[in-house]
Each structure stands twice: as C-alpha cells, then as structure tokens.
C-alpha cells in the first residue's frame, strides 16, 4: 500500500541516537515547492561532500506527491543521505524552515535553498571555520555562477555623502534601509559579514536558539529579508565570515516564487518590521528609512527600464510597494 501523500520520511531510532552523539553533527535544513529536479540536484550534490551532512531535512510544501516519492527513493540511503520530510502547509519561507529546525538533531544547522548544487568540499570548508573559531556563530559561502551585486550609481552616492563611506567599504556590511553587500571582486581568504543567507550558510544550532529563531511579523510567504533578520539577532552573539573557499551554484528554479508584486510587498513591509523591531529603531525612523528606499529604487527601476525599454515588472513592483508603504502607514500597523 502506497504512504500517505503527507507521511514524513523519517530515518531509524538507531540512526537518530547516532545523529544526537555524534559531535559536529550537521543538519541541512531544506525548504522545497514544487521543485523535484531542482532538489535532485541538491541532493545529488550533498552526497559527493568530503565532509558528510548526518540528515537532510526538507520542509515540503509541495502539495504534490512529487518531493515525497523523490525522497522516498532507495538510493539516497546508499549514497550515505540519511532523509527527513516534514510536510508544511501553507508555503512560508520561515514557517517551513521553523519546522525543519524543530525536529533537526544536528549541533550545526546547513541552511540551503532547494535549488543550488555545492562543490564536494564546500561544508567542509565552512565547518573548518567553525571548528576553528570559537566566536563563529555562522559562515556563508560564495556562489560560483554568479558575482555579489554592486550599488547602483544612485546608492553608492548615498553610501559616499551621506553615510561617509569610501569605495568599497561597504563590502560584507548592512547599512542605512538595510543595505547588504557581499564582495566584488571576492577576497582571497575569509572575510567578515555582517549578514548570511539562509540559501548558502552553515551556523551554530545553538546560536539559533540563543538568538530566538526567526521573528514572527513576516508578511505574506516571507520571501525577502527573514535571513536578514535573523542574521542581525545573530550578530548580537559572535562572529559572521563570508568563506570564498566554500562555493555552489544559485540555479534560482522559477517553479513556486511569488509574483513580481508579492515580492515587492513582502520586500518593503518585512524590511520596515525588522527597522522597527529588531534593530528597535523609531516608527518614524524606520518608515523614513523605507521611503528612502523605495524612492531610490523605484527611480533606478524606471530609468533602467527605460534603457532597456521594457517596463513589464515595473507596474507590479511599484503597487507592490505601494500597497506595503499603506500597510506600514495604517494607524493599526507596526
């Protein structure tokens, strides 16, 4: 008789007392929908690591009997992948990622999009790090097809005049309307962030609890900015390093995303929450930090479409802002 669609994959007692004693356990923390031949590849990927994830955690919202009999295959296990399915409804970014956690048993937590495929040595490099640093409570690794995105001529005239920043030393920081940059060009050796994401980084299990997860005012799916509030909660704790040594590709598979307008709400109205609430900054603080943000944002969309003389994504994002700059101004809000 064939499982329930939403029956979790669990692995043995035996195998999870292994898991829960074994020192610098790693549990990759896995949300996936809809994206079966993206998650292969993930999963084909973690089995080559030189240093060996103990279990794989997917958060399926899927909806689909697709991630389960994929998961389901006998393979996985001869290849040394030890997989767990926790089945989540609806799609949430942080509510899927907070039941994978739940039932993780590893000292480390691999938190990865379901859609990137690691080089063999990629955890190993991070875990070195970790391993060697006391203070680390997280590392996140490089991307190998694709560069860290520079500012935009009109950001790096805010960075330069107004925040007093020189070229360049904006790399790895969280500034102004929560402003992160990675490096360009990428630096030989590890290198301190301010910030990870929740696609391509390793951290402490521990430093998660002790920061309080993930907060609970997301709007929507939650596609945009939880990584950055729970990397500033992270930061109160220890040390962040963007690891270069550590790379995989960001395939950005297009089943299950949000539309364009979706995206752009969840954008503003999640970054004014984490001004307001994690960073404690003042409503009117916050909201005028927003309002920079999408005047300097909606005005670079616009003339790069008119560059390229394609406006399709610049209505949708625009009443997508719009509709988050209403919500934030409603005297029920924040």
């Known amino acids: 008789m064939a499982a329930p669609a939403n029956a979790p994959i669990v692995i043995p ?3 999870r007392y292994h898991l829960m004693n074994r020192p610098d356990s790693i549990s990759a923390i896995v949300p996936t929908i809809g994206r079966a031949d993206s998650l292969r590849a993930l999963l084909e ?6 240093y060996k994830v103990d279990e794989v955690v997917v958060a399926d919202a899927s909806g689909s009997d697709e991630t389960r009999l994929l998961l389901g295959e006998p393979q996985w296990r001869g290849l040394g992948l030890h997989l767990r399915r926790e089945v989540v409804d609806p799609p949430n970014a942080v509510s899927q990622r907070e039941a994978a956690i739940k039932i993780a048993t590893g000292e480390f937590l691999l938190f990865l999009d379901d859609d990137v ?4 040595e990629c955890v190993a490099h991070m875990m070195d790090l970790l391993k060697t640093n ?4 997280g590392v996140t690794a490089d991307f190998n097809n694709q560069a860290w995105p520079q500012p935009t001529r009109m950001w790096q005239w805010y960075l330069h005049y107004v925040l007093g920043l020189r070229k360049e030393e904006w790399q790895g920081r969280v500034v102004g309307p929560l402003l992160r940059f990675g490096y360009n060009p990428v630096p030989a050796g590890p290198a301190p962030m301010e910030w990870l994401g929740t696609g391509n980084s390793l951290i402490r299990h521990s430093a998660y609890q002790q920061a309080g997860g993930f907060s609970d005012f997301f709007l929507h799916r939650c596609t945009i900015n939880e990584d950055m509030d729970l990397s500033l909660k992270l930061s109160r704790i220890g040390r962040i390093l963007f690891c270069p040594a550590a790379r995989m590709s960001h395939h950005h598979a297009p089943e299950g995303r949000v539309t364009a307008m979706v995206a752009a709400e969840d954008d503003l109205f999640n970054r004014f929450a984490i001004l307001r609430h994690t960073l404690g900054m003042s409503r009117l603080r916050a909201f005028w930090l927003v309002a920079l943000y999408f005047g300097v944002e909606t005005t670079s969309h616009f003339l790069g479409c008119v560059r ?5 994504n610049f209505f949708p994002r625009l009443k997508g802002h719009l509709r988050a700059l209403g919500r934030i101004s409603s005297p029920i809000s924040y």
């Not at 495929?117 to 063999?120: F, R, V």
């Not at 006391?134 to 409570?137: K, P």
């Not at 390229?308 to 399709?312: E, M």
């Open 13 to 15: 007692i035996r195998a």
């Open 45 to 50: 990927s973690l089995s080559t690591q030189t």
């Open 117 to 120: 495929i690691l080089e063999p």
């Open 134 to 137: 006391a203070d680390l409570v």
């Open 308 to 312: 390229r003389l394609n406006f399709r």
